[in-house]
């Protein structure tokens, strides 16, 4: 009798692992092996220049919105990158989301608008003009010196899609005459109701730059071409690629062209020459060579 | 078999009682019954689990050759992924180089929602095409999307590759997808920087996660300071007051 149960036992106990087994290995989805560099954090858990109650203040006294009781709802975002922490904070009246906005917890800054109470279809803009008037009310409002930025760019929408409505404002930033790579000021201009709709914050804190290259625009060429026909590169897929212009930018190096990974966290800005190289086959990618010293710090891939 | 024993009954001494016989004498034959039943049952738990758990599916696909796309893969599914639509559970799975027979055969028709960045191009005279591992998928490779995974079409299509959502060709994949019955298809119009589109992509699906519409999420992702795509590199067409997650 104790043997049979043993035996009983046993296959009980080989059925469940082998369930489990058959489970793990074949219907459940692989575990992820990512390691992200972008991700939620508990807000409760920042400590920054600016606390939530403060951040949301700050926001309800700087934009145009009536100063009645919102339910906000608050998530943050590490960016292990770039080494910066981001509040989120979502306005909602009646359960309507109205209002979202991020906040660098580390400097208290509103880095973005996004108001949702606006959303036309009609055209009503009648000159370039009246769109940069509205953008430059919404950056007085949101503390930016437009005189210290040059000239605004319009950019028109697409006809015939869900933006089609939604014209951009964007002050480009440089740094002693060389532009800053994703580095702008931006507002959105509703069509329609001609509000702002939208801001975003993207300049840059540089430091301090020598913005005088020793390595020539042509000197760059060669060498983003030479960089491509060596192994290494050519084991990744970059072969058959062709070297053309360049243009030279304020930057800061996204992914290490010796191992092809994200540069976590990522080095400072620099001086570099951005190569837009194109493969056989119509793939780009930007070589982007230090302006200083020659060498190749970054490969930005086109999708 | 013979399953009939004479026993001893505690209550009347001297009774037969059929079926009843010593632990002993079971054979193996009906040990191995109860252990095909044990395996059914319990089969039968782990596949209501994973039922369970596979109301909506929502696909996240990429090449894994530029780092951004598996990241933003990786992101943006963790924005949904505890998420619930239509007060179901939303199963938000990656796949990294998905073959072309796998994106039209397993994914595209029973995707609720589904979600490509990697590379992409267009033919000279031709439509555009998003690069799976094996093959180009163009517009006349878009199954019917009508009748997905747990009923209904396919809520959105959101394609990050360059030329995905351009427009000036005959036959494009944006109408591809909306023609065949996704909800809503999202693009980007000329080549894009990965980087630009991972900072893009996360923004949105945030966005998403937290319950708002399509249009509202295109407007956040818009206001985003860490990418220079405008409204005027970004395509997103078809019903943008969908939502994909409940709020």
Known sequence: MDRKIGIIAGIVLLACLGSVFVYSSIIAPPQREVKPITFHIDPATVTGASSIEEAKQMILSLWDLPQVDYDVRVTATKDAQYGTTTFKLSFYKDGNNLLSALVDADTGRITSISDHRYYGTVNNIRSNVDLVNIANSALERMKVNADALPSPRVVAPVEGTAASNLYSVIWNQYYNGVPVRNGFVRVIVDSEYLKPIGFANGLRNVGDIDVKPTVSEAQAVALAGEYLKAELPASRGYSGFKAGNAVLYVARPNCDPNSGQLYVPAPGYCLTWWVNCVGKSGHMVDVVVDAHSGLVVSIEEYL | ?247
């Open chain 2, 1 to 247: 078999m013979e399953a009939s024993y004479e026993i001893e009954s505690r209550d009347r001494p001297g009774v037969e009682v059929e079926g009843r016989r010593p632990f002993s004498q079971i054979s193996l034959k009906e040990v191995s019954i109860v252990f095909l039943g044990l395996m059914i049952i319990v089969l039968c738990f782990y596949s209501t689990s994973i039922v369970a758990h596979a109301d909506w599916k929502y696909d996240f696909t990429y090449n894994s050759t530029i780092g951004d796309c598996e990241l933003s893969a990786y992101y943006c599914a963790s924005c949904l992924e505890y998420e619930q639509y239509n007060s179901y559970d939303i199963t938000a799975t990656e796949y990294a180089d998905p073959t072309k027979s796998t994106v039209t055969s397993s994914l595209l028709g029973t995707s609720k929602l589904f979600f490509f960045m990697g590379h992409g191009s267009h033919y000279v005279l031709g439509d555009n095409f998003f690069c799976a591992e094996d093959g180009y998928v163009g517009s006349s490779d878009i199954p019917s999307l009508t009748s997905v995974h747990n009923g209904g079409g396919q809520l959105l299509a959101y394609v990050a590759a360059c030329h995905s959502g351009d427009t000036s060709w005959l036959t494009d994949l944006r109408e591809a997808f909306v023609n065949q019955g996704s909800g809503a298809y999202q693009g980007f119009i000329e080549s894009v920087l990965a980087h630009d589109a991972y900072h893009f992509s996360c923004t949105y699906f945030d966005s998403l996660g937290e319950g708002n519409m399509l249009a509202t999420a295109l407007s956040d992702a818009l206001a985003d300071p860490n990418h220079s795509l405008d409204s005027n590199d970004v395509v997103l067409v078809g019903t943008t007051s969908i939502r994909v997650a409940d709020s």
